[in-house]
Nanobody, 119 residues
Framework: QVQLVESGGGLVQAGGSLRLSCAAS????????MGWFRRTPGKEREFVAH????????SYADSVKGRFTISRDNSKNTVYLQMDNLKPEDTAVYYC????????????WGQGTQVTVSS
């Protein structure tokens, strides 16, 4: 059973930084794509970034490009989201997700971690 556990959320002032972690267990993730999403009240869940475990290729939403960096640590089965130059509009619950391959949908989700950016 795949499990994803996020950590690292919190309160930060605008312009500050946070690093989110997603510890993955329960499978071999070499073929997986790991993603970060976020949701604010009253809005649809929004894609933030993803990374392909096999070759570390990445993709970002335009709203975070140049400010956020997704990476992974094979030895720890952990995916990170480094968030720099945070803005109040980045305030959301951030979720880690996993899908078994390029043609699969995101099947596994973490519980979410709150990020609040004050102005």
């Amino acid at each position: 059973q795949v499990q994803l556990v996020e950590s690292g959320g919190g309160l930060v002032q605008a312009g500050g930084s946070l690093r989110l972690s997603c510890a993955a267990s329960g499978s071999t993730f070499s073929s997986y794509i790991m993603g970060w999403f976020r949701r604010t009240p009253g809005k649809e869940r929004e894609f933030v970034a993803h990374i392909r475990w096999r070759d570390s290729s990445t993709s970002y939403a335009d709203s975070v490009k140049g400010r956020f960096t997704i990476s992974r640590d094979n030895s720890k089965n952990t995916v990170y989201l480094q968030m720099d130059n945070l803005k109040p509009e980045d305030t959301a619950v951030y979720y880690c997700a996993a899908r078994p391959g390029v043609f699969a949908s995101y099947e596994y989700w973490g519980q979410g971690t709150q990020v609040t950016v004050s102005s």
